[in-house]
C-alpha cells in the first residue's frame, strides 16, 4: 500500500474536519472499550492470562527459527507448502504464480491486513484476476477504493447511509426502492453478492491469526464465517500470515484465542475459530485440493533483538486503537499506511522507515492507556519514545526544536542561571497577565494559543518567593 | 500502586520536589503542598538547586540531556527521607523513569534504583506513606476530579485525592465518566499538534461539564493549564484548580483567571 503517513499532520487536519468520522469515532469509543472492560471483568484470571499470552510470545520469538522450521515441516507432512517471501515484491509474486497455476480468475478474500501491507489486491487485478472481499467490512471499503481503517473493524469509519450510497453505486440492478438503512439489510445483500462468488471462486486467500508449530495448522478467527467459505469452497487455499504469528502448540494457540477476544470485542471467543491443516484429506466431506502458506517478513526480523522486539508480541486485536485519545481523534486512515494507532505508531516506521513515518512515534500523549489494555502486555510508549531517540540521535527531528532543548538542558542544570532567566521571565509574564489571569496570545506560544488560552503565571516563581520568606535556609 | 514499603518515621524528613510548571507558574500549589505535609507531621525542605525532572527532554528522545538533568536532581535530592512532587507525571518520571533511562549503566542504574522508592506523589504520599487524613478545610461548592496518565497509570494515584477530597467540608464531589481518559496535554505534544490536542481536551471539557460541578481538580499542572486554557478559550465559567489548593485551603483566584480582584 502507498503510505501518506508523511502528510499525517494534513491528514489529521482533513479527519477533524469529517464530521461523520467524527461520529463514527465516537460510537466506538462508548462501544469496545467498555465491553473489554466488562470482559475482562467477568473473568477473574484475565491478567494472569495476559502474562501467560506475553509469555508465550516471548519464547516464541526467542526461538522463532526453531518454530518456524518445525512448523513448516508439519505444513508439508500433512500435504502442503510454505512460501517463504522476504518482502512485499516475493510475497505478490508468489501468490500470483499459485493463482496463474491454478488457472484463477477470481480470488475470494478474508480479511487480511498482511494482504494489506502487500498490496495483494492491486496487483491481482493488475494480472486480470478478481479478488473479492468476503469480510462485510473489507467489502465495503473494497467498493470504496479505501484502505481499512481499523484493525479489527475496517469500515468504522464509515455512516450506514454511506454503506448504502456503496452498495448502490455498485450493485446496479438493485431496486432503487429497497430500504438499506438497517444494518440487517445491508448484511442480506451483501450476503446475497458474496454468495455467488463464493461458488464461482478458484482461489481462496485468507490471513491467519496464528500458525501453530506442533501441527502445521493455521487459525483463522472471524464473526461472520465467511473465511471458512473461503478457504473450504475453492480449489486451493492460500494463508497469508507474516512470521511472528507462530506459536508452538495448540494449548499456547487456546491460551491466546482467551484473550484476543475479550481485548478485541469483549466476546468471549469469537463467533467463528478455524483451524486449517493441510489440504483436504482422501476421507474429509470437503476441502481445497491444495494447501499453501506464504510467510512473510517484511521488515520483521530487523526488529528481533532490536527495542523494538516486544511489538513482535502483537495479536492485532485492536485494544491499544480503541483506548487511544489520538485514533479517537483523527481514526485510521490518516495514520497513512495499513496500521494505526499506537501499534501502528510503533509498528510502522519499523516496516517502511522512519524518515516517511516521522510524525507516527510523536503525535501521541504518552498517556499509556494503549499499554494498560494490550492483552500482550507491549510497552508501546516506551517505544515510542525509543523512535523519538532515534530521531533525536540521526537529526531526523527539527533542527529549531533541538537546539532550542539544548538551551533549555543546559539552563536545567545551571539552577543560578536557570533561575535567572525563567525568573525574570515569568515576572514580567505574571505581572502582564494579572489583570486577565491569561493571554489569548503570545509571541512564539502560537502552538498552544492558537487552540487554547495560556494561563498566566500567578505571581514571582515559587522559588524566589520560598528564598525570600526563608532567608536563612539554604538547603 | 505506591506502596508503603516502609513505615514512616514519626516525623520524616521530606524535600519537596517542587516541579517547573509550579514554580514557574503556579507556585501557591507548593506553598499549598508544604502546609499539608507539615500538617501531616513531615519536616520539610525546598532544595534551592532544582529546576525540572527532565521530561521534556526524555520524551523528545534527547537522552543523554534527560540523564544528565537526573544525575544532577538525584544529587540535588540525595539524603532525604522521602522526596514529595505535587505531580504524579514528576514523580513517575523520578521513580519509574529514571532507572529505566539508565538501563546498561549499571552503577547509575542502582543509583536510580535506590533513588526511586523514595518518591511519591503528594496524595500518595499523604494516604499511602503517612496514612493522614486530617484535612479539617472546607470548600462550598461542587467538583469534578480528572486523572492525570502519570498519576493513574504509572503510579496508581486513583483513590487517594478523592479519599482526602472526602474529608473537605461542604465539597461535593461527582465523578466524571471520563475521568481516566487523557486530557491532551502531553507535553509537547500540544503545541506540536495543536488541533488533535484540541479535540481531545474538548471531550474533557465535554466531559467534566456534563458532571455540573462548578471546579475541576487534578494533581498535575500539566493538565490544568491545558484544560482551563481551553474552558477559557470556550468561555466556560468552570473553575479549575490543583487538588492541593483545595486540601490546603489555601485557595488564590483559579487557574487562568484574574488575580487582581480578590
Ligand atoms: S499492540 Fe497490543 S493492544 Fe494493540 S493490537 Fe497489538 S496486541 Fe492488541
Not at chain 1, 305 to 316: A, K, Q, T, V, Y
Not at chain 2, 156 to 182: F, I, M, N, Y
Request: proline letters at 5%; hydrophobic letters at 40%; one cysteine or more.
Amino acid at each position: 500500500m502507498e503510505s501518506t503517513a508523511r502528510s499525517f499532520k494534513e491528514n489529521a487536519h482533513h479527519a477533524l474536519g469529517d464530521a461523520r468520522l467524527t461520529e463514527a469515532l465516537a460510537r466506538l469509543a462508548h462501544g469496545f472499550p467498555a465491553r473489554r472492560r466488562d470482559a475482562a471483568a467477568r473473568l477473574p484470571e484475565f491478567d494472569q492470562l495476559r502474562d501467560a499470552a506475553r509469555d508465550i510470545k516471548d519464547h516464541v520469538l526467542d526461538n522463532l527459527d526453531v518454530y518456524l522450521d518445525r512448523f513448516e515441516k508439519q505444513v508439508i507432512a500433512s500435504g502442503g507448502r510454505v512460501h517463504w517471501c522476504r518482502d512485499a515484491v516475493e510475497a505478490r509474486d508468489a501468490i500470483l504464480k499459485i493463482c496463474q497455476a491454478a488457472d484463477a480468475r477470481t480470488v475470494t478474500k478474508s480479511k487480511s491486513m498482511i494482504g494489506e501491507e502487500i498490496a495483494i489486491n492491486d496487483h491481482l487485478e493488475a494480472h486480470a484476476i478478481v479478488p473479492v472481499e468476503t469480510d462485510l467490512g473489507e467489502y465495503i471499503i473494497q467498493l470504496r477504493h479505501e484502505p481499512p481503517s481499523h484493525l479489527i473493524a475496517p469500515a468504522i469509519h464509515l455512516s450506514m447511509d454511506q454503506v448504502a450510497d456503496a452498495f448502490r453505486a455498485h450493485h446496479t440492478d438493485l431496486d432503487p426502492a429497497r430500504p438499506l438503512v438497517e444494518p440487517r439489510a445491508l448484511l442480506d445483500e451483501a450476503r446475497t453478492r458474496l454468495r455467488e462468488r463464493f461458488l464461482k471462486a478458484d482461489v481462496g486467500l485468507t490471513g491467519a491469526n496464528m500458525l501453530i508449530a506442533e501441527t502445521g495448522s493455521i487459525v483463522i478467527v472471524t464473526n461472520e464465517g465467511n473465511a471458512d467459505l473461503t478457504c473450504s469452497l475453492p480449489r486451493v487455499h492460500i494463508a497469508l500470515a507474516s512470521i511472528e504469528k507462530i506459536v508452538p502448540t495448540l494449548e499456547d494457540a487456546a491460551t491466546i484465542l482467551r484473550v484476543l477476544a475479550r481485548s478485541a470485542t469483549g466476546q468471549e471467543i469469537s463467533v467463528y475459530t478455524t483451524f486449517v491443516t493441510g489440504p483436504r484429506r482422501a476421507d474429509d466431506a470437503d476441502g481445497p485440493e491444495e494447501f499453501h502458506v506464504v510467510l512473510l517478513d517484511n521488515g520483521r526480523s530487523a526488529l528481533l533483538g532490536s527495542e523494538f522486539h516486544e511489538m513482535l508480541r502483537c495479536i492485532r486485536c485492536g485494544a491499544c486503537l480503541n483506548h487511544c485519545p489520538v485514533y479517537g481523534a483523527v481514526g485510521g486512515h490518516a495514520y497513512g499506511w495499513v496500521y494505526s494507532g499506537p501499534m501502528g505508531a510503533v509498528l510502522v516506521p519499523g516496516l517502511i522507515g522512519l524518515p516517511e513515518a516521522q510524525h507516527l512515534p510523536n503525535a501521541s500523549t504518552l498517556c499509556g492507556r494503549c499499554e494498560s489494555v494490550c492483552p500482550m502486555r507491549i510497552p508501546l510508549p516506551k517505544m515510542l519514545r525509543h523512535w523519538r531517540e532515534r530521531q533525536h540521535a540521526t537529526h531526523e527531528s527539527p533542527a529549531i526544536a533541538r537546539a532550542a532543548l539544548k538551551v533549555w538542558s543546559f539552563l536545567a542544570r545551571h539552577p543560578a542561571l536557570y533561575r535567572a532567566v525563567f525568573g525574570l521571565g515569568v515576572s514580567f509574564l505574571a505581572s502582564l497577565g494579572r489583570r486577565k489571569g491569561r493571554f489569548r496570545w503570545l509571541p512564539f506560544a502560537g502552538g498552544w494559543t492558537s487552540v487554547r488560552d495560556l494561563p498566566a503565571p500567578e505571581a514571582r516563581s515559587f522559588l524566589l518567593q520560598w528564598r525570600q520568606r526563608n532567608p536563612g535556609t539554604r538547603t | 500502586m505506591a506502596s508503603p514499603s516502609e513505615t514512616a518515621k514519626p516525623s520524616p524528613h521530606v524535600a519537596l520536589f517542587v516541579t517547573c510548571l509550579v514554580d514557574l507558574m503556579r507556585p501557591s500549589v507548593g506553598f499549598a503542598a508544604i502546609k499539608l505535609l507539615e500538617q501531616a507531621g513531615c519536616r520539610v525542605s525546598v532544595p534551592e538547586a532544582q529546576t525540572c525532572c527532565g521530561q521534556p527532554a526524555y520524551n523528545s528522545g534527547a537522552k543523554a540531556d534527560a540523564q544528565a538533568i537526573a544525575k544532577a536532581v538525584m544529587k540535588t535530592f540525595a539524603g532525604f527521607d522521602y522526596i514529595v512532587a505535587p505531580s504524579g507525571s514528576c514523580a513517575g518520571m523520578l521513580r519509574l523513569h529514571y532507572p529505566e533511562m539508565f538501563a546498561g549503566d549499571a552503577a547509575m542504574e542502582a543509583e536510580a534504583r535506590a533513588f526511586a522508592p523514595r518518591v511519591y506523589e503528594l496524595t500518595s504520599f499523604l494516604v499511602d506513606v503517612l496514612g493522614w487524613k486530617d484535612v479539617g478545610t472546607t470548600h462550598a461548592g461542587s467538583a469534578t476530579y480528572h486523572d492525570s496518565c502519570s498519576s493513574l497509570r504509572e503510579l496508581g494515584v486513583k483513590a487517594q485525592p478523592r479519599r482526602l477530597l472526602a474529608e473537605v467540608a461542604g465539597l461535593d464531589l461527582r465523578e466524571s465518566k471520563e475521568a481516566e481518559t487523557c486530557c491532551g496535554f502531553g507535553g509537547l505534544f500540544c503545541v506540536k499538534y495543536p488541533e488533535i490536542s484540541e479535540r481531545i481536551v474538548d471531550k474533557k471539557v465535554d466531559d467534566a461539564l456534563a458532571t455540573g460541578a462548578g471546579t475541576l481538580l487534578a494533581g498535575d499542572l500539566g493538565c490544568l493549564l491545558n484544560i482551563a486554557g481551553r474552558l477559557k478559550r470556550r468561555g466556560s465559567p468552570m473553575k479549575v484548580r490543583h487538588v492541593a489548593e483545595v486540601l490546603a485551603g489555601s485557595e488564590g483566584a483559579p487557574i487562568g483567571e484574574d488575580s487582581s480582584v480578590r
